[in-house]
């Protein structure tokens, strides 16, 4: 795959707003750091975030979007939250706010959690990227998992070179660093990360991950989850792939992008099951079959 870099101009923007609503990932400049944004309604386009980055496990995304009434449609706002956000977006803030029913986010994208990560970025070529794809976007950092977060155009090339189609070139970015996250999920407001803001809020997160940058496990069914399994037993609902028939498959045809993108909805539907146990079939380790298999071992766990 050829990478082209483009300087940031209307032209870049309308390429790469194409590039976006064919389900593709693009680099982008924020105020912190360059973005490798995708769809976040599309989980095959954010599955293939993970692909290119080929990062070993999935945590929750942050999701950019335009100012605090697209967020609003997305994410529930208390008090607390609301006046965060007035005062600080657009800006390298991110919210951790309940998620709604109805806000349309691929679960890829939550990890299948009942919370999500929201910013307004401050920087103008991701406001015209969320401008003319009209598009929530999912962007982590654009860069392989476990490298220096990219501050330059041509750290994301060094990087993501050969695995994405197009970076967009705005210069270095301001910030330098990743975004402050709080969680405004409960009585009092909770530092998730640090960052460029100093906010008032308690240190600390919860045991479970609920934004990038967290360590401890996240998500996982209320039921026990039996791995490598080629076929099921009579109390379990088995989640096939590839050639290994289930009662709903991640991909029939062993594709390893489409298995991501259902991981979360189809361990979700399993959890919800008649059946009292959860068998999973045998996921390769290769190339995102790793983030896939890490997750699963979460679950299992």
């Given at each position: 795959?050829?990478?082209?870099?483009?300087?940031?101009?209307?032209?870049?923007?309308?390429?790469?707003?194409?590039l976006i609503?064919?389900?593709e990932?693009?680099?982008?400049?924020?105020?912190?750091?360059?973005?490798?944004?995708a769809?976040?309604?599309?989980?095959?386009?954010?599955?293939?975030?993970?692909?290119?980055?080929?990062?070993?496990?999935?945590?929750?995304?942050?999701?950019?979007v335009?100012?605090?009434?697209?967020?609003?449609?997305?994410?529930?706002?208390?008090d607390?939250?609301?006046?965060?956000?007035?005062?600080?977006?657009?800006?390298?803030?991110?919210?951790?706010?309940?998620?709604?029913?109805?806000?349309?986010?691929?679960?890829?994208?939550?990890?299948?959690?009942?919370?999500?990560?929201?910013?307004?970025?401050?920087?103008?070529?991701?406001?015209?990227?969320?401008?003319?794809?009209a598009?929530?976007?999912?962007?982590?950092?654009?860069?392989?998992?476990?490298?220096?977060?990219?501050?330059?155009?041509?750290?994301?090339?060094?990087?993501?070179?050969?695995?994405?189609?197009?970076?967009?070139?705005?210069?270095?970015?301001?910030?330098?660093?990743?975004?402050?996250?709080?969680?405004?999920t409960?009585?009092?407001?909770?530092?998730?990360?640090?960052?460029?803001?100093?906010?008032?809020?308690?240190?600390?997160?919860?045991?479970?991950?609920?934004?990038?940058?967290?360590?401890?496990?996240?998500?996982?069914?209320?039921?026990?989850?039996?791995?490598?399994?080629?076929?099921?037993?009579?109390?379990?609902?088995?989640?096939?792939?590839?050639?290994?028939?289930g009662?709903?498959?991640l991909?029939?045809?062993?594709?390893?992008?489409?298995?991501?993108?259902?991981?979360?909805?189809?361990?979700?539907?399993?959890?919800?099951?008649?059946?009292p146990?959860?068998?999973?079939?045998?996921?390769?380790?290769?190339?995102?079959?790793?983030?896939?298999?890490?997750?699963?071992?979460?679950?299992?766990?």
């Amino acid at each position: 795959m050829e990478t082209r870099i483009l300087p940031f101009d209307d032209d870049a923007i309308a390429e790469a707003s194409r590039l976006i609503l064919a389900g593709e990932p693009v680099a982008v400049p924020t105020e912190t750091v360059y973005g490798l944004a995708a769809d976040a309604t599309n989980a095959e386009a954010v599955a293939r975030i993970y692909e290119a980055k080929r990062r070993p496990s999935f945590n929750p995304l942050i999701v950019h979007v335009r100012d605090l009434e697209a967020a609003r449609k997305i994410g529930v706002f208390d008090d607390s939250a609301r006046t965060l956000a007035e005062r600080h977006w657009p800006g390298p803030l991110t919210l951790v706010v309940p998620v709604r029913k109805d806000a349309g986010i691929a679960s890829i994208v939550t990890a299948g959690l009942p919370t999500i990560g929201l910013r307004v970025p401050a920087h103008p070529a991701m406001q015209a990227l969320l401008r003319a794809s009209a598009r929530p976007l999912a962007a982590p950092s654009a860069n392989a998992s476990g490298s220096i977060s990219p501050t330059r155009a041509t750290h994301v090339l060094k990087s993501l070179g050969g695995r994405i189609r197009l970076i967009i070139d705005g210069g270095a970015t301001e910030r330098g660093l990743e975004s402050t996250i709080v969680a405004a999920t409960g009585v009092t407001l909770r530092l998730l990360r640090p960052g460029p803001l100093s906010i008032n809020a308690e240190a600390g997160g919860s045991a479970k991950i609920e934004a990038p940058g967290q360590l401890a496990s996240h998500y996982a069914p209320s039921k026990p989850v039996r791995l490598n399994s080629g076929s099921a037993q009579a109390d379990e609902f088995l989640i096939g792939f590839a050639d290994v028939d289930g009662d709903v498959s991640l991909s029939a045809s062993g594709d390893l992008v489409e298995a991501a993108a259902r991981l979360f909805d189809l361990l979700h539907e399993a959890d919800a099951s008649e059946k009292p146990r959860i068998a999973v079939a045998p996921v390769p380790e290769s190339g995102l079959g790793a983030a896939i298999n890490d997750r699963l071992r979460r679950a299992a766990a």
